[in-house]
């Protein structure tokens, strides 16, 4: 017996017949989403030793000249056109101009190739267009978003025969049709195998002819732009009781192309999502008929529905709502910069104090921090990755991050950001927080089950191939695949924690770091976090096998660490990439260092929680020999950070870019935020020197020839500047309410009675 065949059958068998009844098979919506999309980073992370060089090489996200074109022109022109409070409070809609211009400019045919009618972007002018408009209006910015993620287009390109791209593509480019897309139904949500919406086949009539095709019903929600779609991509369970098409009764979750004029289509009640009116509302079919050929590609594509979502979705998460969360961390960002430095009490700018300044550095490393890895995301979609862990873990965190940046920001602005109006300019962002944490998986289960649990088995070098073997129907087979894989498995788990021992024994000190780049200790320290990452991995699910589905704090904790190294390694890249400017230096110590204490939380929480505390000893042993890191940023370094966002100059519009900040508006809040911000940093030097003085009336200070006319007219202008940006809006009561009369004061009666 070769040495081999007595490790297979000695050693290996009895391992895996232990493994069979340890792991739970792979449902067929799991290996489905396991197969969508492909591994690219998230891949090096799960080897424990990542080369940062590869990262560092490749190319920076980058617009073509018509794509910068089209975003200074059309998309500066569509900012201008919505005004995000007549929208909220008069119309509920976009206006038919606004809509008419989306149409015409081709704005819902982004992604779709020219060759069908379409601009043919990137995935990196797709992100930009719908982070610039998200800055002006989560509306439009939405509206714009759907028809070119996750919906038929995307769908078409990828899936649908020749006849349906045909067909279709010429007539979503141009907005002739627009599109939706039904998944979502009252009793299945994350759940698609809940999912009561039906197809069955059978026979009947379509356009006066009697054909084999599907009878549906079917009751969707939350569908966004469905009370105006005419055509809508549909997912249901496919039912072929009479096995017209020889496959069996249950043909599994498939996707249809229909017109929502199809009779049995009704459409057109609308949801109120948070008070943020895009188009979205319920969907339902009641015994509708369809030919089979409108299955997306073909009655060959039948049963493949689920598995095409996941494809599309792991790439349209990295883009749509990331997007629209890096608009709102700048908008943040520079609104509460400004603001922090216009507004003061005590005679000095509330950025000064250090309370204000503790949840500006949160504001500014989040600006950053999300952009950064929004850029390297959509940068590997341009080069042909679809990185669906990846993209789970820009949906988590971008939104997540988003929502304490806007938090941080009303915090900081006070009543001038809770009492709406036209005024308001955080008002609309912090409604649609919830929005887009619950959207494109909700961000609980996102945390909890994906990133880690679905990276463990899609990303890891061996974790697919061993469950792959152990699901053989041939056993025999099965046994030689899992016997190859284990102990290739075993062999890396040794590299692995030798390398994480040296790499934790020396802190950090030799760990690898891309020769090219700067900023090595950072480097290093994702180097041997990554290391330590990838053995505490694998003996987790050693310990827990399958149970570590049901260990959802666990694998949450693993999935933040797994994400901060992703996240971490974005900022440094973006560093690199943007010729590393010294002046962003604090930001990326303080982001590195937080990320850092992170990883260090998430690290102690799954070693004391770990049920086999073996395990948890030897990864504090070989990885944490002094305990686990977890520093804090110094109260100086978040200082330097806040600062950043109240200077005018590069480095702030370096940070904040492309947003649009009304430049195209007569009157906008924005705007006027920006102007006063212009001069408050004009007058500075005067200020000062009155203050040196110990005089604070300009009056007083043009009277005793310390300041100059010029210099009382520049001061009079900031602050009339200034107290705009700080006034709040007030309505009369009888254009808020109906039942205003019921609280009219004697005063306002005589008023009344007097102008009538």
Known sequence: MSFRDFRRDRISKPIFGWAKGVMPPISETERDAIDAGTVWWDGELFTGTPDWSKLVAMKPAALSAEERAFMEGPVRELCAMVDDWKLAWEDRDLPKPVWDFMREKKFFGMIIPKAFGGLGFSNTAHSEVVRTLSSASVVAGVTVMVPNSLGPGELLMHFGTDAQREHWLPRLADGREIPCFGLTSPEAGSDAAAMTDTGVIEYGEHEGERVLGIRLNFEKRYITLGPVATVMGLAFKLLDPENHLGGGADRGITVALLPTATPGVSHGDRHIPQFTFFQNGPLYGKDVFVPLDWVLGAPERVGQGWKMLMTALAAGRGISLPSQSAASAAMCARATGAYARVRTQFNVPIGKFEGIQEPMAEIAANAYQIDAARRLTVAALDEGHKPSVISAIMKFHATDRMRRSIEHAMDIHGGKAVIDGPKNYLGAQYRSVPIGITVEGANILTRNLMIFGQGAIRSHPYMLKELL??????????????????????????????????????????????????????????????????????????????????????????????????????????????????????????????????????????????????????????????????????????????????????????????????????????KDLEHAFDLAAQVAPIERKMRDAKVREPERALETGLISAD????????????????????????EISPLADQHEHPSQTDRREAAE
């Open 711 to 734: 210099e009382k007219r520049r001061l009079d202008e900031a602050q009339g500047a200034i107290a705009k940006v700080v006034a709040v809006d007030a309505f009369p009561m009888a």
């Open 469 to 670: 073997a152990l699901s053989d129907e041939d056993g025999e087979r099965g046994l030689a695949e899992f016997d190859r894989q284990f102990w290739r498995h075993a062999g890396h788990s040794i590299v692995n924690a030798f390398r994480a021992f040296v790499r934790g024994w020396t802190g950090g000190l030799v760990s690898p770091a891309p020769a090219t780049a700067s900023m090595s200790r950072h480097w290093r320290q994702l180097s041997r976090y990554s290391a330590a990452f990838a053995l505490l991995s694998d003996l987790s699910l050693l310990t827990l096998g399958g149970a570590l589905k049901r260990k959802e704090m666990l694998s949450a904790r693993l999935g933040d660490i797994l994400a901060e190294l992703y996240l971490g390694a974005a900022v440094l890249k973006r560093f690199e990439d943007e010729g590393r400017p010294d002046a962003d230096r604090p930001l990326v110590d303080f982001i590195m260092v937080r990320g850092r204490q992170r990883m260090g939380v998430a690290f102690k929480g799954i070693l004391a929680n770990l049920p086999a505390r073996w395990a948890s000893f030897l990864v504090r042993l070989v990885a944490f020999p002094l305990g686990v890191p977890h520093p804090e940023p110094k109260d100086t370094d978040r200082s330097r950070v806040a600062e950043m966002l109240m200077e005018p100059g590069s480095q702030r519009d370096r940070l904040t870019p492309d947003i649009y900040l009304g430049e195209g508006d007569a009157e906008h809040a924005l």
